[in-house]
């Protein structure tokens, strides 16, 4: 309910012209806040205290009790839950807010300069240079012959059970192989940086 009201609000102000970026100095307005498709990615927040958190379970209100599979221990008693589930039907991922100390990192004075480029994602001040995955390139011919078999499959047009199952799981294929380059580039993107700040006291970025 908290995002629902926060989406109107912001939504109103954009028509009174009182907030920034879109809807301001003749922009057109935002639009007003529309159910997401049940195919498309899904997320539920949960807040307070209406859920409980066990060894192995966690229950959710008007859900019931779901097995969870834990990636680390919580260091605190965690203040919201958010369940993730995309499009591409994997299982749902439970994301915590929680309240911790930070750990400090080693004092240090080295520093290190960072110059992002188109053809090499990053050179370093060093004269090292970084060169990002291309997940899309290497499975573009593979997105391809998926998005072609899922065009000829016609939406619903008669009451046949099987032609809707394999346009779904043409769809499935589809959002399964946008996911896999999605976390290829997410865990090349983390891995980077967390080996970058672990080194370096000081980063300087190009603006």
Not at 31 to 44: L, N, Y
Not at 69 to 74: A, E, F, I, K
Not at 100 to 119: M, N, Q, R
Request: one cysteine or more.
């Amino acid at each position: 309910m908290n995002d629902l009201n926060q989406a109107y609000q912001n939504f109103f102000q954009s028509c009174k012209c009182k907030r920034k970026g879109v809807g301001a100095n003749g922009r057109s307005p935002l639009k007003p806040p529309q159910f997401k498709s049940r195919k498309s990615k899904q997320t539920a927040r949960f807040v307070g205290g209406n859920y409980k958190i066990d060894q192995d379970k966690i229950y959710l209100p008007k859900v019931g009790k779901i097995k969870i599979v834990w990636s680390r221990p919580l260091p605190s008693k965690p203040t919201s839950v958010s369940i993730i589930k995309d499009s591409a039907d994997r299982p749902s991922i439970a994301s915590f807010v929680v309240e911790t100390c930070a750990e400090y990192l080693p004092k240090t004075e080295s520093y290190i300069g960072i110059d992002l480029g188109i053809s090499t994602f990053a050179t370093l001040i060093n004269g090292d240079k970084i060169e990002a995955p291309k997940p899309l390139k290497q499975n573009l011919k593979k997105l391809a012959k998926f998005q072609r078999k899922f065009a000829k499959t016609q939406p619903v047009v008669t009451f046949r059970e099987t032609s809707v199952q394999r346009r779904e799981k043409r769809r499935l294929k589809i959002a399964r192989l946008h996911a896999k380059i999605k976390d290829i580039r997410a865990d090349f993107l983390h891995k980077l940086s967390t080996e970058i700040i672990r080194k370096n006291q000081t980063i300087v970025l190009e603006v």
